[in-house]
C-alpha cells in the first residue's frame, strides 16, 4: 500500500482520493497524536480558495472535534500563514486545506506542530496508523460537554499581514508592484502589505471564485505577468502559488526571476549583512547548476538535499542553516518563518533592491542559469516510484547519463504530490536536450501509464 502522506501532506482529487471520510479521519487522529498529552487541545485550521475547501474543513473539523479538541478556523489565509498563526495563538497543532499549485480538482491536507514546522516522517507514519486502523481500542470518544467545538477567530488575516510587514524596516514609497495572486489564498493579504509598506499596487488575479484558482495564472504560469510588468513600467512582480507558500519574481524588464535566482540574490544580501550563517545556503539536486557556480565565486557553500521543501527544512534546522529552497520558488528564510513563505520572500526581495538602490534585474544577474530541459511524465500514481524498476527505461536513463556524464546531468525523480515522473537534463545544448528529455519522458509515460 501506497503512503498516504507525500511530501506536501496527504493529497488528491477531492471527493474520490481526498473524501470527505478520510478528511474526518484525518482530523481525528491529528488532534489525538499531535496533542495526546492536552486535556482540551486546540488545532487551528485554515483553507485556500478551491471550491472543495469548505467541505473538507467542515468534515475536518468534525473529526478534530469529535475527539474532544476544539478547532479554531481562520479561514483563507496563505499556508505560511498558519505555520506562523499556530504558534502566535499558542495553539498545539496546526492544519491547511490546499493542494498548493494543482488545479481546483485536486485538495490537500498538512499539518503544523505546535512551533509551526511541517510534521516529520515519524509523526505522520503514527496518524496514518490511526487513520488506517482506526482510534486506539482504550480510547474513549467524549460526550456530553467533553465534545470539541469549533471557534472563527476573526483577525487573523490583521496579524498575518502585520507580521510580515515586520519583516522589513523598508519604506516601498514610488515604487510600482504588480501582484498574480494566482486566484488562490494570497488574494487579500498580499495587496494589503505591499500597499501598506506604500508601493503602488497593480493586482491581477486576485479575484477567486473557487474553481479559478492556479488556473493560467500563478507561480506555475507567470507568462502573463511577465507582459504585465512590460506593459505597465512596474519595478517588479511576483506570483504566487494557491497558498502562497511559493514565489516567482520578474524584473522591470519583464524576465522571469525562479526560485534559485532568488536564492543567490537573497544569499549575498544576507552574507554583506553578516547574517548568513555559516555562509551556506541549502537547494536541491533540481536546482541549476548556476547557482552552484555563482555561490562558489562568492565564497557561500551549498549543501544539497532530496527535492522537497521538507528536506530542505530538515538540513537547515540539523545545521542551523536560515536559508534554503528550491527552483520551483519554496524559499525558506528561518529568521522569519518555520517554512516557505511566498510574501515575506516578496518583501525581501524588494526590501534589498531597497537597500542596494539597484533593480532587480541587477541583483538577480549575480546568477546565470545553465540551458537546462525538464518534462513531467503523466504516470499512474500507484506506479510513479517504480520507474527504477522497469528495464526499458533504465537502459534509456544509463544511455543518457553517459552521454551527459562530462557536459551536464540528468535527474530522474517521483513527484511527491502528482501522479508524475520529472526528467530534468542541464547540458550545453538546448534543442539536443529537449529532444532527449521528451523521449524519456515519453517512454515513462508509456512503461507506467494505468
Known amino acids: 500500500m501506497a503512503r498516504l502522506f507525500g511530501t506536501d501532506g496527504v493529497r488528491g482529487i477531492a471527493n474520490t482520493e481526498l473524501t470527505c471520510d478520510l478528511a474526518f479521519r484525518l482530523g481525528q ?269 562568492h565564497g557561500v557553500k551549498i549543501e544539497k538535499t532530496r527535492v522537497g521543501d521538507r528536506y530542505v527544512l530538515e538540513k537547515m534546522l540539523a545545521d542551523g542553516y536560515v536559508l534554503g529552497g528550491e527552483q520551483s520558488g519554496h524559499v525558506i528564510l528561518l529568521d522569519y518563518n518555520t517554512t516557505g513563505d511566498g510574501l515575506i520572500t516578496a518583501v525581501q526581495v524588494i526590501s534589498a533592491m531597497v537597500q542596494a538602490q539597484r533593480p532587480l534585474s541587477r541583483l538577480a544577474g549575480v546568477m546565470q542559469m545553465m540551458p537546462q530541459s525538464q518534462y513531467a511524465a503523466n504516470v499512474d500514481d500507484k506506479k510513479k516510484y517504480d520507474f527504477d524498476k522497469n528495464e526499458k527505461i533504465m537502459q534509456k536513463i544509463a544511455e543518457l547519463e553517459r552521454k551527459y556524464k562530462d557536459k551536464g546531468r540528468l535527474v530522474v525523480r517521483a513527484s511527491g504530490t502528482e501522479p508524475r515522473v520529472r526528467v530534468m537534463i542541464e547540458g550545453p545544448d538546448q534543442r539536443e536536450m529537449d529532444r532527449d528529455v521528451y523521449a524519456l519522458s515519453k517512454l515513462i509515460e508509456h512503461e507506467l501509464r494505468g
Open 29 to 297: 487522529a491529528s488532534a489525538y497524536v499531535l496533542a495526546s498529552d492536552v486535556h482540551r487541545p486546540t488545532i487551528l485550521v485554515g483553507r485556500d480558495t478551491r471550491l472543495s475547501g469548505e467541505m473538507l474543513e467542515s468534515a475536518l473539523v468534525a473529526g478534530i472535534c469529535s475527539v474532544g479538541a476544539r478547532a479554531v478556523l481562520v479561514e483563507v489565509l496563505p499556508t505560511p500563514a498558519i505555520a506562523y498563526l499556530t504558534r502566535f495563538y499558542e495553539a498545539d497543532a496546526g492544519a491547511v486545506i490546499s493542494a498548493s499549485h494543482n488545479t481546483v480538482e485536486y485538495n490537500g491536507i498538512k499539518f503544523f506542530d505546535k512551533n509551526g514546522y511541517k510534521l516529520p516522517d515519524a509523526i505522520e507514519d503514527r496518524i496514518e496508523e490511526i487513520v488506517t486502523g482506526g482510534m486506539p481500542t482504550d480510547f474513549e470518544m467524549p460526550i456530553g460537554e467533553r465534545v470539541g467545538r469549533p471557534v472563527r477567530q476573526r483577525n487573523a488575516t490583521r496579524r498575518y499581514v502585520d507580521f510580515v510587514k515586520e519583516t522589513t524596516n523598508v519604506r516601498l514609497d514610488g515604487l510600482h508592484v504588480v501582484l498574480d495572486c494566482a486566484q488562490g489564498a494570497s488574494y487579500e493579504v498580499a495587496p494589503m502589505v505591499f500597499k501598506e509598506l506604500g508601493a503602488k499596487v497593480s493586482c491581477y488575479y486576485h479575484e477567486p471564485d473557487g474553481t479559478n484558482i492556479n488556473d493560467n495564472c500563478g507561480s506555475t504560469h507567470p507568462r502573463r505577468l511577465c507582459e504585465l510588468v512590460r506593459e505597465l513600467g512596474a519595478d517588479v512582480g511576483f506570483a504566487f502559488d494557491g497558498d502562497a507558500d511559493r514565489l516567482m519574481a520578474v524584473d522591470e524588464r519583464g524576465q522571469l526571476i525562479n526560485g534559485d535566482q532568488v536564492m543567490a540574490m537573497l544569499a549575498l544580501h544576507l552574507k554583506e549583512q553578516g547574517r548568513l550563517r555559516q555562509n551556506t545556503i541549502v537547494a536541491t539536486v533540481m536546482s541549476n547548476m548556476g547557482l552552484d557556480i555563482a555561490m562558489k565565486k
